[in-house]
């Protein structure tokens, strides 16, 4: 096989995930087995079953990836792993996998930022990117606004104070009781509701920082339902999931157009689970364009977690020479970028 072959492996929550992505940006192969039936009936990912779901998938779907991709470990030239943030358990196994890899087929070891590795999903999908760039992080369990002028040095302009924005989406999905994971059912349901109906907070909007908090906002929620229940009144769920969601969209927006403003810049990425929310795109698309500035996302599949963006990853890190780990290397759950 040709190429510059990267085997990329995920397990930093509910999603086992290998890939093979040929020259840091052609995905050979993709393979991501979702546990989200498991978590389900708990309502959120319950970090003992992850675990243990891990180890039971991770050699399959590192099979998989390979056969899919058409070749076989000694073809391979690079590891790349997540290593944080994350749930431990589900990071250790990831790490063993690839660990266990690296030795036996004497490859190198590069150890990813699962955070990272969202901001590189929009490297496979639009290819021609080149910094500088403002990218907005937003999954279940980070909302990261940042800047960067090159690869690999990231300037934080601010992150969430409490909840994730997914967090949120999750969490209001629960008490809604309209599904899990909450963001792709609120998504659906929003699209037939009035996003003015209901009156909701947009914390920090005003305030002079990139700052997000969405705690706030998911009791206001609550609030609500439950004063609609004590007066024995139905809820209007697709009014809600449309104001809440533009709640969100609303607070996201304004944050990223004024960083844009602040560092004058022409494009912004967006990354996460929930950068594939159909409302987010299109608000902030609107929003840029005016400004004529260009947004890009990630295709759908590369959108929530998945290896090909830990691969992409990994391989960027090699050529700059970062991040080269020992077979020593430890899971870091709460890693920061
Ligand atoms: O990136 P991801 O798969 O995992 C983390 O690293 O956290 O993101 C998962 C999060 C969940 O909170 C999920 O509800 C949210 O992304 N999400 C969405 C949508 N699709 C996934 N949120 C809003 N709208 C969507 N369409
Ligand atoms: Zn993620």
Same mark, same amino acid.
């Given at each position: 096989?040709? +190429?510059?072959?990267?085997? +990329? ?15 840091? @940006? ?22 003992? #079953? ?11 779907? #590192? ?9 076989? &470990? ?9 290593? +944080? ?34 901001? &590189?999903?929009?490297? #496979? ?54 599904? &899990? ?42 609030? &609500? ?32 157009? @004024? ?29 840029? @364009? ?23 990853? +990994? ?8 991040? #080269? ?13």
């Amino acid at each position: 096989k040709e +190429g510059f072959l990267t085997l +990329g492996i995920e397990s930093s929550c509910d999603e086992t995930s290998a890939a093979v992505i040929k020259d840091g @940006k052609e995905v050979l192969s993709n393979i991501v087995a979702s546990q989200i039936d498991w978590h389900r009936k708990f309502g959120g990912v319950v970090p003992e #079953i992850a675990s243990r779901k891990h180890v039971e998938l991770i050699n399959p779907v #590192i099979q998989e990836a390979l056969e899919e991709a058409g070749v076989s &470990y000694s073809d391979l030239n690079l590891v790349a792993v997540t290593y +944080g943030p994350g749930l431990v358990g589900g990071l250790l196994v990831g790490i063993a996998g690839a660990k266990a890899i690296a030795y036996a087929h004497e490859l190198p070891l590069v150890a990813v930022n699962h955070i990272e590795g969202h901001i &590189y999903s929009n490297f #496979i999908s639009h290819p021609e990117l080149e910094p500088p760039l403002v990218c907005l992080t937003v999954s279940g369990g980070h909302t990261d606004l940042l800047y960067f002028e090159e690869l690999g040095e990231y300037e934080i302009l601010g992150r969430t104070k409490d909840d994730a924005a997914g967090e949120a989406f999750d969490k209001v999905a629960r008490v809604m009781e309209i599904g &899990y994971p909450g963001g792709p059912a609120i998504d659906k349901l929003a699209k037939t509701g009035d996003l003015e109906a209901i009156e909701l907070p947009r914390p920090l909007i005003y305030d002079d920082n990139y700052d997000f908090s969405f705690s706030g906002l998911k009791t206001a929620v609550l609030n &609500y339902i439950n004063q609609k229940q004590q007066k024995g009144e139905d809820i209007p769920k697709a009014d809600l999931a449309a104001s809440f969601q533009q709640a969100v969209v609303d607070v996201l927006t304004s944050k990223v157009v @004024k960083a844009v403003k602040a560092k004058e810049i022409g494009q912004v990425l967006l990354s996460g689970g929930v950068s594939a929310n159909s409302h987010l795109r299109s608000v902030l698309a609107a929003e840029l @364009k005016q400004l004529g500035v260009k947004l890009y996302y990630p295709q759908p599949k590369l959108c929530t977690d998945n290896a090909a963006m830990i691969a992409t990853a +990994g391989y960027f890190k090699w050529k700059l020479k970062q991040q #080269i780990a020992p077979y020593a290397l430890n899971a870091d759950p709460g890693l920061r970028l």
